[in-house]
């Protein structure tokens, strides 16, 4: 598999093969020319250990979630916020990671959205600024209401763009999750034509069970040659749940990514 190929792979999901220690998945990415990867909480992980294997490799942790999934409409939850925001930059700066990953989290049903919105946007204006301290990017993600997290505020692209002009810093962008997008109905063409300079990451997995792509429903020699178009040039964050061992699992969006 060609080191050249943009992709990175979250090794919490992919490489289960060779155990439980992620630096062993890292090196793994790496022997198979996989130099980017991404991972999701930082608490729990040794991550002295995880260092170690990426300056091995000279791989790349690219992205490490927010941790506490927390409802930013509820102005009660912004100082609890940016302390997580400041852990996560934190962990993030000593594995020479520059991005960090947040939802919006839950709605309030009692509350306008209107209203809700603009909590939000404080409390990620705050987070920005956090982010922005330590050399980082905040990422605010999409994330679907109709299959994987009901209730979430945020289920659209365009409010999360929105979100992303109204506070105006570097440090917020986009990660764009196209499963999520799919999932919501949504055309990343529609959706993100003028406002891929916004976009900092983007993340996939198949419709309709979020496995590899290529055993479900989404055309991506279409929807990356679409992303490419638009001027997204990073990497596709592979962030799906394998039906088979990892490598096989990867080929066929290998094929479409080679061949971009």
């Known amino acids: 598999m060609s080191a050249s190929l943009p992709l990175s792979v979250n090794v919490e999901l992919l490489f289960k093969e060779v155990g439980d220690d992620l630096g062993d998945r890292i090196r793994t990415a790496a022997d198979h020319g996989i ?23 000279g791989s790349t942790l690219h992205t490490l979630l927010v941790e506490g999934r927390l409802t930013l409409a509820d102005a009660s939850t912004r100082e609890a916020f940016v302390g997580h925001v400041h852990a996560a930059a934190q962990a993030a700066s000593s594995v020479g990671c520059t991005r960090i990953v947040t939802g919006s989290g839950v ?4 509350m306008k959205r209107a209203v809700q919105h603009r909590i939000a946007v404080d409390a990620l204006k705050a987070g920005a600024d956090i982010a922005a ?5 905040l990422l605010l993600e999409n ?10 505020l945020f289920d659209t ?13 570097p440090g917020l962008a986009l990660l764009y999750d196209a499963y999520h997008s799919l999932q919501m109905g949504e055309a990343p063409e529609d959706v993100l034509t003028g406002a891929v300079d916004l976009v900092s990451h983007v993340q996939m997995a198949d419709l309709p069970d979020r496995s590899e792509p290529g055993t479900g429903t989404v055309d991506w ?8 178009r638009l001027g997204y040039d ?3 964050g592979l962030e799906y749940f394998p039906s088979t061992e990892s490598l096989t699992s990867l080929r066929a969006i290998q094929e479409i990514v080679t061949a971009l």
């Open 133 to 137: 301290e330590y050399g980082v990017t």
């Open 143 to 152: 994330l679907n209401t109709k299959v994987d997290h009901p209730g979430t």
């Open 35 to 57: 130099g980017v990867v991404e991972i999701w909480s930082h608490s729990d992980k040794d991550l002295g250990n995880v260092r170690k294997a990426l300056d091995a490799c």
């Open 157 to 169: 692209t365009i409010e999360c763009l929105a979100a992303v002009r109204e506070v105006g810093s």
């Open 234 to 236: 990073g990497p596709f």
């Open 221 to 228: 020699a279409a929807q990356l040659r679409t992303l490419r």
């Open 107 to 110: 709605g309030l049903p009692y």
